[in-house]
C-alpha cells in the first residue's frame, strides 16, 4: 500500500525552539506539499517542491522553511517555533510527469506550541 | 438539515439517506476536480474525481456532478453509513495555478443513528 508518512502524530515544543517535521513517500513522487489546517480557514500552503533540492513559497511560508535533500523526503522546519504555529500540519505527494491522480496525503501532525 | 456552524459547514442526515455535498469552485479555467474525505485525526483521502470534459462520474456509493455553468461540483453519497461521517473537501486544479490544487473550506458530515 503506498503511502505518505509523517514521522510524528503529536508534537509539544516550546516557544523558540526549532522544529523539524518530516515527510517520506515510497511512491517515486516528484512533487511534496505541506499544509497546515486551521478550524475556519482550511487546508493553507505553505511551501512545495516539485523536484531534489527545488523549492517554492506556497501561500504562508513565513516563520517556516524546507529541505528536500532526497526525492522520497521532504522536511518542514519552524526556525523559532511560536504559538501561532500550533495547528495541524499535512504533508502531501503528487506524481509529477503525466496527467494529475491528485494529492496522497499523510496522515498529519498536530504541533502544540507552548 | 444544513447549517453553517462556527468554522465549518455542517450537514447532518439520516443514515441510509442520500447525501450531497456542495462546492462552489473558484476558476472557469479549472480542469480537474478531486473530493477529498477527512476523518477525524486524519489526512485527507481521495474519494472521486471527475475532469472537465465530463459531467457525472460515479463510484462505489458516490457520484460526483459537475456544472461548469454556475462552477459548481457536488458529491452524492448513496444510503449514507456511519463510516461516512468526516470533513468532505473539493480541490480544483487549473492551468493556472501550475501544478497545485486548491482545496475548498470543507463541510462536515454527521450522520444520525
Known amino acids: 500500500d503506498v503511502k505518505v508518512t509523517q514521522s510524528s502524530r503529536y508534537l509539544v515544543k516550546r516557544t523558540g525552539e526549532k522544529v523539524f517535521l518530516e515527510c517520506v513517500q515510497d511512491?517515486?513522487?516528484?512533487?511534496m506539499f505541506w499544509y497546515r489546517q486551521d478550524p475556519g480557514l482550511g487546508l493553507r500552503l505553505i511551501y512545495f517542491?516539485?523536484?531534489?533540492?527545488?523549492?517554492e513559497k506556497g501561500d504562508i511560508p513565513e516563520g517556516y522553511s524546507v529541505s528536500r535533500e532526497k526525492k522520497e523526503r521532504f522536511s518542514l522546519i519552524l526556525e523559532s517555533a511560536s504559538t501561532n504555529q500550533t495547528s495541524m500540519y499535512l504533508c502531501?505527494?503528487?506524481?509529477?510527469?503525466?496527467?494529475?491522480?491528485?494529492?496522497?496525503f499523510g496522515s498529519g501532525t498536530r504541533l502544540t506550541v507552548v | 438539515g444544513e447549517s453553517v456552524g462556527l468554522h465549518l459547514p455542517t450537514l447532518s442526515v439520516q443514515e441510509g439517506d442520500n447525501s450531497i455535498i456542495n462546492c462552489a469552485y473558484s476558476?472557469?479555467?479549472?480542469?480537474?476536480f478531486i473530493w477529498y474525505k477527512q476523518e477525524s485525526g486524519k489526512g485527507p483521502q481521495f474519494i472521486i474525481d471527475?475532469?472537465?470534459?465530463?459531467d457525472k462520474r460515479q463510484g462505489q456509493r458516490v457520484t460526483v456532478l459537475l456544472n461548469k455553468t454556475v462552477k459548481h461540483l457536488s458529491l452524492q453519497i448513496a444510503a449514507t453509513q456511519p463510516g461516512d461521517s468526516a470533513v468532505y473537501f473539493c480541490?480544483?486544479?487549473?492551468?493556472?495555478?501550475?501544478?497545485?490544487?486548491?482545496f475548498g473550506p470543507g463541510t462536515r458530515l454527521s450522520v444520525l443513528p
Open positions: 511512491m517515486d513522487h516528484e512533487n
Open positions: 502531501a505527494s503528487e506524481r509529477g510527469q503525466g496527467v494529475s491522480k491528485g494529492y496522497t
Open positions: 480541490a480544483e486544479n487549473s492551468p493556472l495555478y501550475g501544478q497545485n490544487f486548491v
Open positions: 471527475i475532469r472537465s470534459n465530463m
Open positions: 476558476n472557469s479555467a479549472s480542469d480537474y
Open positions: 517542491s516539485y523536484d531534489v533540492k527545488m523549492k
